[in-house]
């Protein structure tokens, strides 16, 4: 398959359109990360993402929705808290567990009696679920396990010859992926940290979302997935990752005591100077926004370089910064070192 790349005009978004109506899949740009997307309606549409990925098939998709109207084709329920989250995030990187709609293509929920929605906030995505008049369904538009696309050239990376349309709308402002929020049971659970923070969540809900356990774990053997994505390792480029936890002294020392040959420090920008090594970097140390907004191209570019190891520098955990510690742990398969 010919794999097209252009610009998201007017034009670009009709024939996105016109493929989604036709069952086939686009790469679309959203204020997260890259989607890959096809009509959340039809079962054969939505089977070819997971084809396109190689993504495991109990593994469920995000329905992305433009207006309030279109909530009902995706979900049958919608509770007061939903609501409430809804006035206060959307359109924005907020992603709502509810109880699935009947007319939703049974891929989309793999299995599950929920589905997950979210309005995103990018011009070009809202165009193309406008002009197709369906939600449609989609995960990030990377090959299963490897990092994010925040760019056009991203997706071409993975995707090219798999995919026919590739819709450029620019570098992604927020960097990671949606924060995941179930609303389903007794108690609001958190199932991905994102760019839209739990004490965010808490102010709106009046009360804290649960921590899922697999924010932070990996999945005990025989524990059922809360949220299937988080039980996979994830988000990894083809370097080795660990995770060094501590402060920049401890962290530098660790580096200049564990140097070989093709590893890289993945160091907060700034930190480059000190570090006995070849860096790559992602963001300041203060700002976790802008942590996010370079995670997934700092792990790509390792790759780049051919990497072979690289020692992470630990982001924090708390606020946005929790969302870029979630992501590193599963690139790093839980590989954490604590130095002090
Ligand atoms: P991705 O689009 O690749 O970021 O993956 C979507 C994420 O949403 C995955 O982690 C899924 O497990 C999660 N997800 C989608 N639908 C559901 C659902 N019905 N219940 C729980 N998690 C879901
Ligand atoms: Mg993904």
Redesign the pocket.
């Known amino acids: 398959m010919h794999t097209i790349l252009r610009q998201a005009d007017t034009e670009a978004i009709r024939q996105a359109a016109r493929l989604l109506l036709a069952d086939e899949t686009v790469a679309v740009p959203t204020e997260t ?1 890259y989607g890959l997307a096809a009509n959340a309606l039809s079962d054969v549409a939505v089977r070819k993402i997971f084809e396109a990925k190689g993504r495991p098939q109990d593994n469920p998709l995000i329905s992305h929705i433009a207006s309030m109207e279109m909530l009902p084709m995706v979900v049958r329920s919608v509770s007061e808290c939903a609501y409430r989250l809804a006035e206060a995030f959307w359109p924005g990187p907020l992603t709502i567990i509810l109880p699935r709609a009947r007319g939703l293509a049974d891929a989309v929920c793999a299995g599950l009696d929920t589905a997950a929605v979210r309005m995103p906030a990018h011009p070009a995505a809202r165009a193309l679920i406008e002009a197709s008049g369906v939600p449609f369904a989609a ?2 538009a ?1 090959l ?1 396990g490897s990092p ?1 696309p925040t760019t056009a050239e991203d997706v071409l990376a993975d995707m090219d010859g798999r995919i026919p349309l590739i819709l450029d709308g620019g570098p992604c402002d927020v960097g990671v ?1 949606s924060t995941v929020i179930s609303l389903v049971g007794a108690e609001p659970v958190l199932l991905r940290p994102g760019r839209i923070t739990a004490g965010q969540l808490q102010q709106v809900l009046g009360r804290p979302a649960v921590l899922s356990n697999a924010v932070l774990h990996p999945l005990e053997q025989g524990e059922a997935a809360a949220s299937p ?1 988080m039980k996979y390792k ?2 990894a480029p083809k370097a080795e990752i660990m995770l060094i936890k501590g402060s920049l002294d401890a962290y530098k020392t660790y580096v200049e005591t564990h140097l070989e040959e093709g590893v890289y420090a993945l160091c907060f920008t700034g930190e480059e100077q000190t570090l006995p090594c070849p860096c790559v970097t992602y963001g300041r140390a203060d700002s976790p926004e802008e942590q996010a907004h370079e995670l997934f191209s700092a792990l790509r570019m390792l790759d780049a370089h051919g990497a072979r190891l690289a020692y992470a520098h630990c982001p924090a955990q708390q606020g946005v910064a929790l969302a870029v510690y979630n992501r590193l742990l599963r690139a790093a398969a839980f590989h954490v070192v604590e130095v002090s």
């Open positions: 990360v995960p990030s990377n299963s994010s992926e994505g994830h988000y």
